[in-house]
């Protein structure tokens, strides 16, 4: 065994401590990327996927090379560890590895743009930390065009410091907007009790229910209401879960309206405008920024 001392870099991820917290970012492996895609000169854009985007139908010219299409993806994925904002667009393009389109390939370049932009993005574990954990959830319905499934999207912070995140689609076909949105919050529950067992196992005990934010009032009434009519039947058993957390106080779902919602930015490709908005509100900064 050999003290390696205070951690600064560990499998290209770095850390920085400072009063505020511990930063980690990867930006040395965020320029690396840069660089093998000859990008290092070309300009960046403010957004790393386009709104409204069709990739899932694209019929273009296949790609020649379809090997350095998986290797860039890969390598944007380990990247995503320490970039909650990429995560939707690597979902995305993940989709594409058997059968790349140049279409594909011009995507996942804007990506690259994106982090030409700021490489030295990362996450701050603020020390300010009330060790209470805060879910948001979002669903995205119907998004993706081929199979008619919805996109799930959640984040999980920890006081004011966010550790956990996913972008992932949907098992089954969502009939209205609403049970994608109530099969979203069961995930986000498991989520939540997950890292409540993990937390308890390190002597952190949570005596008052998790927080979980949801933008859809029909949700919360899904998962508030004990019958069973007509229209809810049809879901899976397993995702009314929900409703027993609710009454054994392990979770407390609250309404956000969706311009507050956090979890939004995991479901659908966004502006620049509204991205940035959310970047601020997600506590994701660059600590090698110009201040």
Known sequence: ??????????????VARGPDGIFVCQRKYALDIIAETGLLG?????FPLEQNHNLALTDGPFL????????L???LIYLSATRPELSYAVHVLAQFMQQTREAHW????????YLKGNPGQGILLRTDCDLTLYGWCDSD???????????TGWIVMLGHSHISWKTKIQHTVSRSSAEAEYRSMATTTCELKWLKGLLMLLGVHHTTPMRLYCDSHAALHLAANPVFHERTKHIVVDYHFVRDEIQNDSISPSYVPTQSQLADIFTKALGGQHFDSFLRKLGIRNLHAPT
Do not use: C, H, N
């Open 1 to 14: 065994m050999k003290d390696l001392g205070v951690l600064k870099y560990f499998l290209r991820i770095e």
């Open 42 to 46: 070309i300009k960046p854009v403010s």
């Open 64 to 71: 020649d090379d379809p090997k350095r299409y998986r290797r």
């Open 73 to 75: 993806v890969g390598r």
């Open 106 to 113: 011009d995507a996942a370049l804007q990506v690259v743009r």
């Open 141 to 151: 319905w119907v998004s993706y065009p081929l199979t008619r499934r919805s996109l």
